[in-house]
């Protein structure tokens, strides 16, 4: 006898709406474009799918990310003093989904894309944009590490259709899912 699957419409493990935290609910609303960190090098190194990040304008640049300090990222970043940052696109979804560790990655989720190496770390091969940052300070903030990157170099291509990031799913450029 074979047991049966049950597709369910939404998350069955989601906390009910009126346990949620209000704060993170608060920043899933943001709807921001998703981002790739990577820090090490191509034999050993560490990435982290990551929403919650700003761009902070000025001479120099630097751009600021909450993330989670015991993850991989955070220790490889630690030890270097760098990282990459690139912005995904729509066709990107199940390669931030890897890296956020939603989805299964056999052999770990950098074999799902070809990446090339840079000063700052591995760089994801045909991304529409990156920067390359030098960490200038971590500290806790809650239960994330802020990490603050000063930009030491970008490179940009034409954007396609950015993936972005809402309330819990991703959305189509132009805001449909």
């Not at 030890?79 to 056999?106: I, K, M, N, Y």
């Amino acid at each position: 006898m074979m047991g049966s699957v049950t597709i369910h419409a939404g998350d069955p493990f989601a906390e009910p709406p009126e346990r949620r935290d209000a704060v993170r609910r608060f920043r899933g609303r943001l709807g921001p474009t998703v981002s790739l960190w990577t820090a090490g090098d191509l034999a050993d190194r560490a990435g982290l799918t990551v929403s919650s990040y700003m761009v902070g304008h000025g001479d120099p640049g630097h751009v600021l990310a909450l993330v989670d300090p015991v993850s991989d990222l955070a220790e490889t970043v630690a030890d270097t003093g760098h990282c990459v940052v690139q912005l995904l696109e729509w066709r990107h979804r199940a390669l931030a989904d890897a890296f956020a560790g939603t989805s299964p990655a056999p052999g770990g989720p950098f074999r799902l894309a070809a990446w090339k190496d840079s000063a700052w770390g591995p760089v994801l091969d045909g991304a529409s944009a990156w920067a390359g940052l030098r960490i200038v300070d971590t500290r806790d903030v809650g239960w994330s590490l802020l990490l603050d990157g000063v930009v030491e170099r970008v490179e940009l291509a034409e954007q396609v259709a950015p993936l972005v990031h809402r309330r819990g799913r991703y959305l189509r450029p132009g805001g449909t899912g």
